[in-house]
């Protein structure tokens, strides 16, 4: 996948993370078509060079590598196992990537049914957020044969700079899930953090100034605390997802009877944010939600 003259590149989902995603394959010399349901969200792309599609079965046959970052796993199957998806129309020999958080059970599945048309799938979710995406420097995790891995790696290469191949099928969406479960808890603290520093007078950003380069530093606190403060709270990652991504953890974790305390009180926490209609937000306006719940105690 080193040459760029004759890998072609399809890249389906073009939203918040996929749009940089595919602009730096793009840039990087690939022949990139693209494809999503909204097509406004196509035309930056379009304006660089990237060849818009009209259908994913057409992306799909004209493509020897399928890159998906979609929504939601009823949003992967139907991409990837529809009468109209990637293996009912992909080219033998395809590699396809599906980099959505999903489910480690539907990537089996993908995987499993691709290899039966000589297709070679892996999961690979990834984490950085927006601020990754624009950069270049998202954690990929990946699941799948090695050889299927090195040989996308290139491709990786443009997206992303920690790149973990963690296991067979499947193994990749399971390490996301670890990545959610620590940052479920995390945004608690970091909500929570500024929150106090709020009632007790201080200023928030001098408090951030102190405590991110300690034991308490996260990428949360460094990224997503000073979105908090300025009252940003539009998605690098939307709330919905975000439940979404909990929703799945959950699931698994309850399979392999793992109890996960931290996990189930912050799903509570964001499902009531998007009861309030915050469910387009970005992860950070918990802040909302906490500091919303004392003002009420004032």
């Known amino acids: 996948m080193k040459n760029e003259k004759t890998t072609v590149i399809g890249f389906i989902g073009t939203g918040v993370m996929g749009k940089s995603m595919?602009?730096?394959?793009?840039?990087?010399?690939y022949k990139v078509l693209i494809y999503n349901r909204t097509v406004s969200r196509t035309q930056e792309l379009v304006d660089i060079g990237a060849i818009r599609k009209d259908t994913i079965a057409e992306l799909s046959?004209?493509?020897?590598?399928i890159i998906t970052?979609?929504?939601?796993p009823s949003d992967v199957e139907e991409v990837y196992l529809g009468q109209e998806g990637i293996l009912q129309n992909a080219k033998s020999g395809t590699y396809v990537v599906d980099m959505t958080t999903s489910s480690p059970i539907l990537a089996k599945k993908i995987y499993e049914e691709a290899l039966r048309k000589d297709i070679y799938a892996l999961d690979a979710p990834v984490s950085g957020g927006d601020i990754g995406a624009q950069k270049g420097t998202l954690a990929i995790m990946v699941g799948g044969q090695k050889n299927h891995f090195d040989a996308i790696k290139p491709v990786l290469d443009i997206m992303g700079t920690n790149i973990v191949l963690q296991g067979e099928a499947g193994a990749g969406q399971h390490t996301k899930m670890c990545n959610q479960i620590a940052i479920a808890s995390n945004m608690i603290g970091v909500s929570e953090a500024l929150v106090y520093a709020k009632k007790a007078g201080l200023d928030q950003a001098r408090?951030?100034?102190s405590i991110e380069t300690g034991a308490a530093g996260s990428w949360s606190l460094s990224n997503l605390a000073p979105r908090m403060i300025k009252g940003d709270f539009e998605p690098g990652f939307y709330i919905k997802h975000f439940i979404k991504d909990m929703k799945i953890a959950l699931e698994v974790a309850e399979e392999m009877n793992l109890s996960t305390p931290g996990l189930k009180l912050a799903k509570s926490l964001y499902e009531e944010l998007a009861e309030l209609g915050e469910q387009d937000k970005g992860t950070q306006a918990l802040y909302k939600l906490l500091d919303k719940q004392l003002a009420s105690l004032s």
């Open 207 to 209: 408090v951030l100034n």
């Open 61 to 65: 046959s004209e493509s020897n590598v």
């Open 69 to 72: 970052m979609v929504g939601y």
């Open 22 to 29: 595919a602009k730096h394959l793009v840039k990087a010399g």
